[in-house]
Protein backbone atom coordinates (compact mmCIF):
# COMPACT_ATOMS: atom_id res chain seq x y z
CA UNK A 1 0.00 0.00 0.00
CA UNK A 2 1.52 3.75 -1.36
CA UNK A 3 1.95 5.51 2.38
CA UNK A 4 3.62 7.83 3.71
CA UNK A 5 4.39 7.06 7.74
CA UNK A 6 5.44 9.20 10.57
CA UNK A 7 6.20 8.67 13.68
CA UNK A 8 6.02 9.27 16.32
CA UNK A 9 2.16 10.10 16.13
CA UNK A 10 2.39 11.85 19.48
CA UNK A 11 4.98 13.68 21.85
CA UNK A 12 5.29 15.65 24.92
CA UNK A 13 8.03 16.94 25.70
CA UNK A 14 10.66 19.30 27.12
CA UNK A 15 11.74 22.84 26.28
CA UNK A 16 15.42 22.71 25.05
CA UNK A 17 15.71 18.16 24.54
CA UNK A 18 16.78 17.66 20.84
CA UNK A 19 13.82 15.20 19.11
CA UNK A 20 13.70 13.87 15.44
CA UNK A 21 9.98 13.24 14.03
CA UNK A 22 11.12 10.33 11.14
CA UNK A 23 8.86 10.28 7.58
CA UNK A 24 9.43 7.78 5.22
CA UNK A 25 7.28 7.22 1.85
CA UNK A 26 7.23 4.04 -0.34
CA UNK A 27 6.23 5.64 -3.38
CA UNK A 28 9.66 6.53 -4.72
CA UNK A 29 8.66 10.15 -4.88
CA UNK A 30 11.60 12.87 -5.50
CA UNK A 31 9.84 15.33 -3.32
CA UNK A 32 9.47 15.48 0.04
CA UNK A 33 8.30 18.21 2.51
CA UNK A 34 7.51 19.59 6.74
CA UNK A 35 4.26 21.13 7.02
CA UNK A 36 2.94 22.54 10.50
CA UNK A 37 -0.68 23.46 11.25
CA UNK A 38 -2.05 25.41 13.74
CA UNK A 39 -5.13 26.87 14.68
CA UNK A 40 -6.46 29.30 11.85
CA UNK A 41 -3.02 30.09 10.39
CA UNK A 42 -3.68 26.57 7.95
CA UNK A 43 -1.00 24.36 7.41
CA UNK A 44 2.42 26.40 6.54
CA UNK A 45 5.57 24.64 4.67
CA UNK A 46 8.64 24.21 7.08
CA UNK A 47 11.50 22.51 4.05
CA UNK A 48 11.55 20.63 1.55
CA UNK A 49 13.40 18.47 -0.46
CA UNK A 50 13.28 17.56 -4.37
CA UNK A 51 15.75 14.52 -4.41
CA UNK A 52 18.41 13.34 -2.03
CA UNK A 53 20.98 15.80 -0.88
CA UNK A 54 18.69 18.48 -1.71
CA UNK A 55 16.93 20.25 0.77
CA UNK A 56 15.48 23.75 1.05
CA UNK A 57 13.66 26.51 2.97
CA UNK A 58 10.07 26.85 3.22
CA UNK A 59 8.06 29.76 5.15
CA UNK A 60 8.73 28.64 8.72
CA UNK A 61 12.17 27.21 8.65
CA UNK A 62 13.35 28.50 11.63
CA UNK A 63 13.96 26.45 14.81
CA UNK A 64 14.32 23.27 12.97
CA UNK A 65 16.54 20.97 10.59
CA UNK A 66 16.01 18.39 8.19
CA UNK A 67 18.31 15.96 6.31
CA UNK A 68 17.81 13.87 3.04
CA UNK A 69 20.26 11.35 2.82
CA UNK A 70 17.98 8.51 0.93
CA UNK A 71 14.75 9.06 -1.07
CA UNK A 72 12.71 7.32 0.95
CA UNK A 73 13.21 9.24 4.50
CA UNK A 74 12.82 12.76 5.29
CA UNK A 75 13.32 13.48 9.00
CA UNK A 76 12.57 16.71 10.85
CA UNK A 77 14.77 17.64 13.47
CA UNK A 78 14.44 20.36 16.30
CA UNK A 79 17.66 20.99 17.79
CA UNK A 80 16.35 22.79 20.92
CA UNK A 81 12.32 22.77 21.06
CA UNK A 82 10.94 25.53 22.54
CA UNK A 83 7.10 25.97 23.59
CA UNK A 84 6.30 27.39 20.57
CA UNK A 85 6.80 25.09 18.12
CA UNK A 86 3.89 23.23 19.61
CA UNK A 87 2.03 21.89 16.84
CA UNK A 88 0.50 19.73 14.59
CA UNK A 89 3.10 18.22 12.04
CA UNK A 90 2.68 16.90 8.83
CA UNK A 91 5.37 14.97 6.32
CA UNK A 92 3.96 14.95 2.48
CA UNK A 93 5.59 13.30 -0.68
CA UNK A 94 4.77 13.74 -4.61
CA UNK A 95 6.82 13.14 -7.32
CA UNK A 96 8.91 15.42 -8.96
CA UNK A 97 9.58 14.78 -12.48
CA UNK A 98 9.15 17.63 -15.64
CA UNK A 99 5.52 16.82 -15.92
CA UNK A 100 4.65 16.49 -12.48
CA UNK A 101 1.91 19.21 -12.53
CA UNK A 102 -0.77 16.42 -12.40
CA UNK A 103 0.57 14.19 -9.37
CA UNK A 104 -1.18 15.16 -5.95
CA UNK A 105 0.94 15.66 -2.77
CA UNK A 106 0.23 12.02 -0.30
CA UNK A 107 0.65 13.78 3.41
CA UNK A 108 1.08 11.03 6.47
CA UNK A 109 -1.88 11.05 9.40
CA UNK A 110 0.57 13.88 11.39
CA UNK A 111 2.48 13.87 14.44
CA UNK A 112 1.16 16.34 17.37
CA UNK A 113 3.94 17.71 19.56
CA UNK A 114 3.71 19.57 22.48
CA UNK A 115 6.75 21.16 23.77
CA UNK A 116 6.80 21.82 27.61
CA UNK B 1 4.68 35.90 -1.72
CA UNK B 2 1.81 33.75 -2.58
CA UNK B 3 -1.23 33.76 -0.21
CA UNK B 4 -4.22 31.61 -0.35
CA UNK B 5 -7.26 32.44 0.97
CA UNK B 6 -10.17 30.25 1.65
CA UNK B 7 -13.96 31.71 2.41
CA UNK B 8 -16.29 30.78 4.81
CA UNK B 9 -14.11 29.90 7.09
CA UNK B 10 -16.90 27.82 8.73
CA UNK B 11 -20.32 26.75 7.04
CA UNK B 12 -23.69 24.45 8.13
CA UNK B 13 -25.98 23.43 5.52
CA UNK B 14 -28.62 20.81 5.78
CA UNK B 15 -28.54 17.63 4.06
CA UNK B 16 -28.89 17.28 0.44
CA UNK B 17 -27.80 21.09 -0.05
CA UNK B 18 -25.75 21.77 -3.09
CA UNK B 19 -22.99 23.67 -1.80
CA UNK B 20 -19.65 26.05 -3.03
CA UNK B 21 -16.42 26.67 -0.89
CA UNK B 22 -14.15 28.95 -2.56
CA UNK B 23 -10.21 29.48 -2.30
CA UNK B 24 -8.55 32.57 -3.79
CA UNK B 25 -4.26 33.47 -4.46
CA UNK B 26 -2.49 36.11 -5.29
CA UNK B 27 -0.30 34.78 -7.49
CA UNK B 28 -1.34 33.32 -10.57
CA UNK B 29 1.88 31.46 -11.33
CA UNK B 30 1.13 28.16 -10.34
CA UNK B 31 1.42 25.11 -10.97
CA UNK B 32 -1.63 23.19 -9.98
CA UNK B 33 -4.23 23.49 -7.43
CA UNK B 34 -5.43 20.41 -5.12
CA UNK B 35 -8.46 20.51 -2.65
CA UNK B 36 -7.85 18.13 -0.01
CA UNK B 37 -10.00 16.70 2.96
CA UNK B 38 -9.07 17.04 6.66
CA UNK B 39 -11.14 14.67 9.26
CA UNK B 40 -10.36 15.85 12.38
CA UNK B 41 -7.19 14.20 14.27
CA UNK B 42 -6.54 12.88 10.60
CA UNK B 43 -3.82 14.01 7.86
CA UNK B 44 -5.17 15.42 4.42
CA UNK B 45 -6.93 13.14 1.84
CA UNK B 46 -6.45 14.13 -1.81
CA UNK B 47 -9.75 14.86 -3.25
CA UNK B 48 -9.13 16.79 -6.30
CA UNK B 49 -6.14 18.29 -8.55
CA UNK B 50 -6.53 20.68 -11.03
CA UNK B 51 -3.21 21.53 -13.54
CA UNK B 52 -2.39 25.49 -14.61
CA UNK B 53 -3.73 24.44 -18.18
CA UNK B 54 -7.35 22.95 -16.91
CA UNK B 55 -10.59 24.72 -16.18
CA UNK B 56 -11.76 21.92 -14.11
CA UNK B 57 -12.12 18.27 -12.41
CA UNK B 58 -14.81 16.37 -11.46
CA UNK B 59 -15.41 13.33 -8.63
CA UNK B 60 -18.32 11.50 -8.47
CA UNK B 61 -20.26 14.80 -6.34
CA UNK B 62 -17.46 16.96 -6.58
CA UNK B 63 -16.34 19.48 -8.99
CA UNK B 64 -13.17 21.82 -8.80
CA UNK B 65 -12.88 24.63 -11.26
CA UNK B 66 -9.78 27.06 -11.61
CA UNK B 67 -9.42 30.33 -12.80
CA UNK B 68 -5.70 30.88 -13.06
CA UNK B 69 -6.37 34.57 -14.10
CA UNK B 70 -8.21 35.59 -11.63
CA UNK B 71 -6.67 33.36 -8.86
CA UNK B 72 -9.74 31.67 -7.74
CA UNK B 73 -11.11 28.12 -7.52
CA UNK B 74 -14.38 26.70 -6.12
CA UNK B 75 -15.75 23.11 -5.00
CA UNK B 76 -18.98 22.55 -5.80
CA UNK B 77 -20.68 19.43 -3.73
CA UNK B 78 -23.98 17.98 -5.05
CA UNK B 79 -25.82 16.87 -2.80
CA UNK B 80 -24.18 17.17 0.54
CA UNK B 81 -24.22 14.41 2.87
CA UNK B 82 -23.91 13.69 6.56
CA UNK B 83 -20.37 12.06 5.75
CA UNK B 84 -19.43 14.82 3.94
CA UNK B 85 -19.40 16.97 6.81
CA UNK B 86 -14.81 18.23 7.52
CA UNK B 87 -12.52 20.62 7.23
CA UNK B 88 -11.60 21.30 3.29
CA UNK B 89 -8.13 22.66 2.04
CA UNK B 90 -7.08 23.85 -0.86
CA UNK B 91 -3.83 24.28 -2.22
CA UNK B 92 -1.53 26.02 -4.64
CA UNK B 93 2.14 24.87 -5.86
CA UNK B 94 3.74 27.43 -7.03
CA UNK B 95 7.19 26.94 -8.20
CA UNK B 96 9.04 24.23 -5.86
CA UNK B 97 6.46 25.57 -2.56
CA UNK B 98 3.27 24.25 -1.55
CA UNK B 99 1.04 27.19 -0.01
CA UNK B 100 -2.40 26.27 1.78
CA UNK B 101 -5.62 28.20 2.77
CA UNK B 102 -6.83 27.79 6.33
CA UNK B 103 -9.47 25.70 5.25
CA UNK B 104 -13.35 25.79 5.68
CA UNK B 105 -15.29 23.41 8.10
CA UNK B 106 -18.69 22.33 6.58
CA UNK B 107 -21.16 20.73 8.92
CA UNK B 108 -23.80 18.64 7.12
CA UNK B 109 -26.83 18.52 9.03
CA UNK B 110 -29.14 15.48 9.08
Known amino acids: EAQVTQNPRYLITVTGKKLTVTCSQN?????MSWYRQDPGLGLRQIYY???????DKGDVPEGYKVSRKEKRNFPLILESPSPNQTSLYFC???????????????FGDGTRLSIL | KQEVTQIPAALSVPEGENLVLNCSFT??????LQWFRQDPGKGLTSLLL?????REQTSGRLNASLDKSSGRSTLYIAASQPGDSATYLC?????????FGSGTKLNVKP
Open chain 1, 92 to 106: ASSPFQVDSSNQPQH
Open chain 2, 91 to 99: AVKHFNKFY
Open chain 2, 50 to 54: IQSSQ
Open chain 1, 27 to 31: MNHEY
Open chain 2, 27 to 32: DSAIYN
Open chain 1, 49 to 55: SMNVEVT
